[in-house]
């Protein structure tokens, strides 16, 4: 059954939606960190989707939005936050605002929910087209994140060490030149293996080294870069 249109401007039932994604897909599924379900529950996800499928801004899955990207599913974007373990950083940095990379902007969803978690953001995007239109985005919605026009694979060291590292987009492996601009304690999520299929892996810097697990199976389109995959 197709659903009713629903106007952008439609504020009360975009935030019903919102509420029944949090309650159905996060905390039924286990996501419990307050600070990421507050986030998840204050983005606007229908402002990051193709108009044409503004009517599934909220379903389970994850939506095309042009140039062979897509947005996450939401319950995949609040995982990878919720490893992130932004809150914790800041308790045992003195209330330090954490900074974070992002790699692969795409619609800028996943830079507005680390930025709603009160995170200083960097994303970085290879398709100039889409950056642009995550600024103009950004901007709209009065979001203070910068985004670079590059290849996410090597990271930005300009603006490192980061507190954490995000990857919305799979590599063979974790990208080298990545794990060693993260900060003593910071925290790094990327999915990691075949084209096909994906575990979703994080690596945490420590004073041993650096800690990796795998966390759950997943998903992605391909990181394509110099430390990602070849562009096909």
Known sequence: MRRPAIRLEDERRWGDLRAEMVERQLRGRGIRAPEVLAA?????????VDP????????????????????????????MTEALELPRWRVDHGDETPK??????????????????????????????????ARQRFA????????????GSAG???????????????????????????????????PVGRREHQWLTLVERTVEGFRREELEPCVFVPLIGRFGFAEA
Do not use: C, H
Not at 40 to 48: D, L, N, T, Y
Not at 52 to 79: E, N
Not at 107 to 114: D, E, F, K, R, W
Not at 164 to 189: E, F, K
């Open 52 to 79: 044409g499928m503004l009517s599934l801004a909220y379903d389970d899955r994850a939506l095309g939005i042009g140039g062979g990207q897509t947005i996450s599913q939401p319950y995949i974007v609040a995982r």
């Open 156 to 190: 930005y060291p300009d603006a490192a060490p980061y507190a954490a590292i995000v990857v919305g987009a799979a590599a063979p492996a974790i990208p080298d030149p990545l794990p060693d601009q993260l900060a003593l304690g910071g925290r790094l999520v990327a």
């Open 140 to 151: 709209n919605l009065g979001l203070r994140i910068v985004v670079i026009v590059g290849d």
């Open 100 to 133: 974070v990379l992002d790699v692969g902007t795409g619609s800028g969803y996943q830079a507005a929910i680390l930025e709603a978690m009160g995170a200083e953001v960097t994303s970085m995007e290879r398709d100039a087209d889409l950056a642009e239109e």
């Open 40 to 48: 998840m529950g204050r983005v606007p996800r229908e402002r990051f």
